[in-house]
């Protein structure tokens, strides 16, 4: 990837006040946020579990539930996908015995199983578990809903073996299958309710304990049933070192730099990135971890109802962005962001230049003039947006400046992260919200907005075109031309805006060896020294 044009430094206020957390009181607060012993507190015994600092709480352990990244993030442990990805983004088959056998209309997909992969309740996995996960994704999970539309027919053809039948061929279907956002997890079939209470898998670890705003705790699994190939990514051979994980949820960030910086915690994820400089001084405590190539932020727009659902303010509000001074808001460092308009990077075969003269405009005159013509009276463009992320706080503030100059009324309303994504599924509670996604090689995957149902409700007859010729060609080639066409009309709705490209910012304690950085930090393959 290029390196951005840094358009406008920031002023220094605008990190200043967030170096000023970083005091006493965030110590005060990072011993109230710490109900866990210290890892480091009994160094000469050898330790059996690993602390892990998260951004929130989650709202759910459902994995269909919801496509917040953080539930994904714990519940990959204990759920398992039927594929997944390796660590270049290919699919690659987890609990299925290899990649499906489609027919040559691609619209049936046969899938074998893998013997002997044991249940946390201690029978074996069969294909009538694979049959009722999958039909409660598709009944629940945003992705599941999207994708049941295509789904003809799903049924146990063998012990282990599965058939799903499609309407018409739909080529992101295996990487649909293998995403842990939302995930299609696989679960036994007699622990299927709605709410979940029982949380039975075949990860390598399994469910033990949930205290609210406290810790998930999870334990080895001893009858694990790992794959024989090498790990790769998310792929091969999966194995619980570490006996148990502790995931701790601490919303705020400057409380996460400082549990990092003093040894309390063996991973923190997404730190600031003004963090850097101060978590690369202290390698007797913690290692800063770069994840490359993370992923995107991008606003959500409610196409609904309230200010947004007209589209000629959607696009008005396209015209007063500058994504580039909100890139620098959010990440300050230019090594941790990319502002560009194209939704893929150069080199993949999504890449696109279509209607990215629309991207980074900041033509506050321009955007006021169009949302006169588009009959906007003043109300408030309420922007839902949250601390736990930094970044995403951060930008939201200089989202909020840049619609004032071109004479939008903007109300901010923050609230943690949970509080958000509860918030989000009703429409008459926001106008734009403020989220973030991995970078994917598979348009389909993220943002959930390019599928039905997903907030901000995004449904015309020029997405419904461009995606269903998207989705029916299987030859890659011909899919990067196709891609383009999605784009455009992205640019020309306005349901969701990218941002740019960013690299996460994590940190890690020396003690935590093997950990490879990911998207969706897993910690099966990693060891405690």
């Known amino acids: 990837m290029s390196r951005p044009t840094f358009l406008r430094r920031l002023p220094a206020s605008f990190t200043a006040s967030k170096r000023s957390l970083l005091s006493a009181a965030a110590m005060v ?97 069969n294909a009538d578990d694979i049959v009722a996960s999958l039909q409660r994704w598709i009944e629940q999970s945003p992705r599941g809903k999207a994708l049941g539309k295509v789904i003809d027919s799903l049924k146990a053809t063998g012990p282990l073996a599965v058939t799903l039948v499609l309407k018409e061929p739909y080529a992101p279907l295996p990487a649909q299958l293998a995403l842990p956002s939302g995930m299609a997890a696989i679960m036994a079939k007699e622990s299927i309710a709605t709410p979940l209470k029982d949380f039975v898998g075949t990860g390598p670890y399994r469910f033990k304990e949930r205290k609210p705003d406290q810790y998930v705790l999870l334990s080895r699994f001893d009858k694990y049933s790992a794959r024989k190939e090498p790990a790769n990514g998310y792929g091969g051979k999966r194995e619980a070192s570490i006996e148990e994980l502790r995931f701790v949820p601490v919303p705020n960030a400057s409380t996460r730099v400082e549990g990092a910086l003093a040894g309390q915690y063996d991973f923190a994820d997404l730190l600031p990135v003004e963090a850097l400089a101060r978590l690369e001084k202290a390698a007797g405590k913690t290692l800063p971890i770069m994840t490359p190539a993370f992923g995107f932020p991008y606003l959500v727009l409610n196409t609904k109802e309230g200010v947004a659902s007209n589209l000629a303010v959607r696009q008005a509000i396209q015209v007063a962005l500058g994504e580039g001074e909100m890139l620098a808001a959010g990440f300050g460092d230019t090594r941790f962001f990319v502002a560009e308009g194209n939704h893929f990077p150069k080199g993949s075969p999504f890449y696109s230049t279509a209607g990215t003269d629309q991207y980074n405009q900041r033509n506050a005159p321009k955007a006021k003039e169009a949302a006169a013509r588009a009959g906007y009276k003043g109300d408030p463009i309420r922007i839902l947006t949250s601390r736990q992320y930094d970044f995403h706080y951060n930008m939201a503030l200089l989202m909020s400046e840049q619609l004032k100059r071109a004479g939008f009324k903007v109300e901010m309303n923050v609230v943690d992260w949970a509080t958000l994504v509860q918030r989000r599924n009703d429409s008459k509670l926001w106008d734009i919200y403020v989220t973030h996604s991995g970078q994917f090689p598979e348009p389909m995957l993220s943002p959930p907005q390019l599928g039905d149902g997903a907030p901000g409700w995004w449904d015309t007859p020029a997405k419904k ?39 996460g910012l994590s940190a890690k304690s020396p003690a935590l060896d093997n950990y490879t950085p990911a998207t969706w930090p897993f910690f099966w393959n990693a060891r405690i020294k």
Not at 31 to 56: E, I
Not at 484 to 493: F, L, M, N, R, T
């Open 465 to 503: 075109s461009a995606l269903q010729a998207f989705n029916v060609e299987s030859d890659p080639a011909k899919r990067g031309a196709l891609w383009g066409k999605v784009q455009q009309v992205v640019y020309d709705e306005v349901p969701y805006i990218n941002v740019g490209k960013f690299n």
């Open 29 to 125: 607060a990072l011993c109230a946020a710490l109900p866990l012993a210290a890892p480091f507190a009994h160094a000469q015994t050898p330790r059996t579990f690993a602390t892990l600092a998260m951004v929130a709480e989650p709202q759910t352990l459902d994995p269909m539930a919801s496509t917040a990244d953080l539930v994904g993030t714990i519940m990959q442990h204990v759920y398992e996908p039927l594929y997944t990805f390796d660590a270049k983004w290919n699919v690659v088959p987890m609990l299925a015995e290899s990649m499906p056998k489609i027919s040559a209309d691609g619209k049936t997909y046969a899938i074998a199983l893998r013997k002997g992969v044991m249940l946390h309740s201690g029978r074996e996995l």
